[in-house]
T-cell receptor, first 112, second 115 residues
Framework: KQEVTQIPAALSVPEGENLVLNCSFTDSAIYNLQWFRQDPGKGLTSLLLIQSSQREQTSGRLNASLDKSSGRSTLYIAASQPGDSATYLCAVPNNAGNMLTFGGGTRLMVKP | EPEVTQTPSHQVTQMGQEVILRCVPISNHLYFYWYRQILGQKVEFLVSFYNNEISEKSEIFDDQFSVERPDGSNFTLKIRSTKLEDSAMYFC?????????????FGPGTRLTVL
């Protein structure tokens, strides 16, 4: 059974810092890994999807990396802003591509 | 940009009552999903739906739950007799193609409160 873990659970940084969020998964036979943003009481916004054949995927100030063999992904946020404050979730699909298994999230606070 | 929509945004119901949560997936998507998130816990998969039938379901999705695509646009989740522990945020999601590598896009959620 796939288990997804995110460390740290919470992170507080001053504005402008570069930061790294970590995601690990137990079953490395994945097709892809998806990173989401969740604002309090809101839905999930897809940020990046990184395919199993890719090492990195970039969108603006966000860069996601994937190392399947070690069961790890990182989300790098450059030059953090207060508007980046949210919970960041990673998720991986099962073999059928149906069921996403989510990590517990990292709650990020960027202070002005 | 097309998005998944859900109604209502908040539903309050009494224990034992039936509720129907509604979703309109993105129009050219073929796969539909329901997930839930109990306050403070992880997002959990409930069920996936393709070609008018359930393709996969979790152990959470017991006989009290059902899904339906009553027309070409709506996708519903019914809980027959709600329990206190059904209180959660329910998210609908959709995916475009058959291949496993495509993204799932989520709606804003329905907050269900069972009293």
């Amino acid at each position: 059974k796939q288990e997804v873990t995110q460390i740290p659970a919470a992170l507080s940084v001053p504005e402008g810092e570069n930061l790294v969020l970590n995601c690990s998964f137990t079953d490395s036979a994945i097709y892809n890994l998806q990173w989401f943003r969740q604002d309090p009481g809101k839905g999930l916004t897809s940020l990046l999807l990184i395919q199993s054949s890719q090492r990195e995927q970039t969108s603006g100030r966000l860069n996601a990396s994937l190392d399947k063999s070690s069961g790890r992904s990182t989300l790098y946020i450059a030059a953090s802003q207060p508007g980046d404050s949210a919970t960041y979730l990673c998720a991986v699909p099962n073999n059928a591509g149906n069921m996403l298994t989510f990590g517990g999230g990292t709650r990020l606070m960027v202070k002005p | 940009e097309p998005e998944v929509t859900q109604t209502p945004s908040h539903q309050v119901t009494q224990m034992g009552q039936e509720v129907i949560l509604r979703c309109v997936p993105i129009s050219n998507h073929l796969y539909f999903y329901w997930y839930r998130q109990i306050l403070g816990q992880k997002v959990e998969f409930l069920v996936s739906f393709y070609n008018n039938e359930i393709s996969e379901k979790s152990e959470i999705f017991d006989d009290q739950f059902s899904v339906e695509r009553p027309d070409g646009s709506n996708f519903t989740l019914k809980i027959r007799s709600t329990k206190l522990e059904d209180s959660a945020m329910y998210f609908c999601a959709s995916r475009k193609r058959e291949a496993a590598y495509n993204e799932q896009f989520f709606g804003p959620g329905t907050r269900l409160t069972v009293l």
